[in-house]
């Protein structure tokens, strides 16, 4: 199972941008499609965007399209979530997976990082 970390959370205020990233160890990345998930309080974890193990597929919920990016690098073995335009709510925290396989469900990835906060101010 790969492990996953996450990093670049923070505070930004609405219109700004972060840009997450999610760095791999124990397996390389180059075999899994990655996706970011995000969790807002007291609310489920819900998809954000997934990303083809070479990078050349992508898939965004419509919450998210056209504002946020995917994006990885297997050579660094770490992939990417730029978000622009920031709204209040897409405040989250923000969790990325890896997949053997594709989708847009939870139950879709057996690998899980343990999450970064993402605060989004008006």
């Known amino acids: 199972q790969v492990h996953l970390v996450e990093s670049g959370g923070g505070l930004a205020q609405a219109g700004g941008s972060l840009r997450l990233s999610c760095a791999a160890s124990g397996r390389t990345i180059s075999s899994y499609a990655m996706g970011w998930f995000r969790q807002a309080p007291g609310k489920e974890r819900k998809f954000v965007a997934v990303?083809?193990?070479?990078?050349?597929?992508?898939y965004y919920a419509d919450s998210v399209k056209g504002r946020f990016t995917i994006s990885r690098d297997n050579a660094k073995n770490t992939m990417y979530l730029q978000l622009n335009s920031l709204k209040p709510e897409d405040t989250a925290v923000y969790y990325c997976?890896?997949?053997?396989?594709?989708?847009?469900?939870?139950?879709?990835?057996?690998?899980w990082g343990q999450g970064t906060q993402v605060t989004v101010s008006a």
């Open positions: 990303i083809g193990s070479s990078g050349g597929s992508t």
């Open positions: 997976a890896a997949t053997m396989g594709w989708g847009d469900r939870e139950r879709d990835f057996g690998s």
